[in-house]
T-cell receptor, first 114, second 112 residues
Framework: DAKTTQPNSMESNEEEPVHLPCNHS???????IHWYRQLPSQGPEYVIH???SNVNNRMASLAIAEDRKSSTLILHRATLRDAAVYYC???????????????FGTGTRLQVTL | NAGVTQTPKFQVLKTGQSMTLQCAQD?????MSWYRQDPGMGLRLIHY???????DQGEVPNGYNVSRSTTEDFPLRLLSAAPSQTSVYFC???????????FGQGTRLTVV
């Protein structure tokens, strides 16, 4: 499986934008970049995913480098409720059972302060 | 719409006891998985299923059994609990293998 590298932790002030980086230099052509987050004492929650183009949804934006070897999750205005561990995961866009597996690293722990 | 429901939320077992962790989803998803999460670590895949009657092993399957008799349910059985199985267990489901995965709230298991 292709590997991702994320910083262990980041801090942000409330109401400021947050850019969470992820390196994935061995990404393959069929891999989508997915982001999940895990709030304290909860199960992981889907945030966003993309292939090549930048993506936006109600939770966040995903900026993908042109060579696809890195990406950045952008939270436009961090709130205290965004304090969580954020996981960057590569998933092959294949209709096979093994593609359903999510390989979680240790993620980035985001702290948000007032 | 309940999503993915796990029961129980908390459980304490003695070494050697057996038990079943329940997972049910009401989204008609074919793909379901079980993960465990140890302190300070990411989730690791135990077993997964691509539909009723079809299961396969994940990264850490030893000591666990699964079966999938219906689309909705995917129970995880601990055959003879060991302290090393103390962990938080998460069940997940998705419509397709590459689509958004929905997770349950987890079962915190302690084996003493």
């Amino acid at each position: 499986d292709a590997k991702t590298t994320q910083p262990n932790s980041m801090e942000s002030n409330e109401e400021e934008p947050v850019h969470l980086p992820c390196n994935h230099s061995t990404i393959s052509g069929t891999d989508y970049i997915h982001w999940y987050r895990q709030l304290p004492s909860q199960g992981p929650e889907y945030v966003i995913h993309g292939l090549t183009s930048n993506v936006n949804n109600r939770m966040a934006s995903l900026a993908i480098a042109e060579d696809r070897k890195s990406s950045t999750l952008i939270l436009h205005r961090a709130t205290l409720r965004d304090a969580a561990v954020y996981y960057c995961i590569l998933r092959p866009h294949l209709n096979t059972g093994t593609a359903s597996k999510l390989t979680f690293g240790t993620g980035t722990r985001l702290q948000v302060t007032l | 719409n309940a999503g993915v429901t796990q029961t129980p939320k908390f459980q304490v077992l003695k070494t050697g006891q057996s038990m079943t962790l329940q997972c049910a989803q009401d989204m008609n998803h074919e793909y379901m998985s079980w993960y465990r999460q140890d302190p300070g670590m990411g989730l690791r895949l135990i077993h997964y299923s691509v539909g009723a009657g079809i299961t396969d092993q994940g990264e850490v399957p030893n000591g666990y059994n699964v079966s999938r008799s219906t689309t909705e349910d995917f129970p995880l059985r601990l055959l003879s609990a060991a302290p090393s199985q103390t962990s938080v267990y998460f069940c997940a489901s998705s419509y397709r293998p590459y689509t958004e995965a929905f997770f349950g709230q987890g079962t915190r298991l302690t084996v003493v």
